[in-house]
């Protein structure tokens, strides 16, 4: 069985452009969740996605944007490009989004220049 | 505000003794713990929960420890191999919330020698 699978896995923009980020959940998973991993810090909640409908978002400017498309995968924009939102992405996915724990792909590694 | 805390950066432990990693919360309404590890270059994988109502969880080589009293949990790897060697991150999940919206520590890299 697949695990989940995000594209793509290095992603170099300049300032001010807009970054997509695509995840696609383990088969059969409804709730897709959004992390980042900024360099020296824990992984922070950034947006949760469940039957197409975003649930929740963290502390994050609303140019973290995304969506979660009919078949379950989701994509994650970021707009006007700073240097501080050079991080590591990370998508997870659960079963349902109230009592199974959650699965993370490997990550995309967003580079702003 | 860091409600999740591992206040230790690295550990390094001898194969074959005990690793102890900690972790610290000030949240109340967390009520379900968790463990994941992470290599490099790949996304954190599950180790080890625990919920609020039990004080240990075992699963083979590693123990949950959880001291609700003192907002305080505990990893115990026994015995530590070399292929444990990676960063481990607690997580927290509040109560009546999805256990994929977590608040993690900033994770603790565990080196074991041979």
């Known amino acids: 069985e697949a695990g989940v699978t995000q594209s793509p896995t290095h992603l170099i923009k300049t300032r001010g452009q807009q970054a997509t980020l695509r995840c696609s959940p383990i088969?059969?998973?409804?709730?897709v969740y959004w992390y980042q991993q900024a360099l020296g810090l824990g992984l922070q909640f950034l947006l949760w996605?469940?039957?197409?409908?975003?649930?929740n978002r963290g502390n994050f400017p609303p140019r973290f944007s995304g969506r979660q498309f009919p078949n379950y995968s989701s994509e994650l924009n970021v707009n006007a490009l700073e240097l501080e939102d050079s991080a590591l992405y990370l998508c997870?996915?659960?079963?349902?989004?109230?009592?199974?724990?959650?699965?993370f792909g490997q990550g995309t590694r967003l580079t702003v220049v | 505000d860091q409600q999740v805390k591992q206040n230790s950066p690295s550990l390094s432990v001898q194969e074959g003794r005990i690793s102890i990693l900690n972790c610290d919360y000030t949240?109340?309404?967390?009520?379900?713990f968790l463990w994941y590890k992470k290599y490099p270059a790949e996304g954190p994988t599950f180790l080890i929960s625990?919920?609020?109502?039990?004080d240990k969880n075992e699963d083979g080589r590693f123990t949950v420890f959880l001291n609700k009293s003192a907002k305080h949990l505990s990893l115990h790897i026994v015995p530590s191999q070399p292929g444990d060697s990676a960063v481990y991150f607690c997580a927290a999940k509040a109560g009546g919330t999805s256990y994929g919206k977590l608040t993690f520590g900033q994770g603790t890299i565990l080196t074991v020698h041979p």
């Open positions: 625990i919920s609020s109502i039990k």
């Open positions: 088969s059969g998973h409804t709730s």
């Open positions: 997870a996915s659960s079963l349902t989004s109230m009592n199974t724990e959650a699965f």
């Open positions: 949240n109340s309404m967390f009520d379900y």
């Open positions: 996605y469940d039957e197409g409908e975003e649930r």
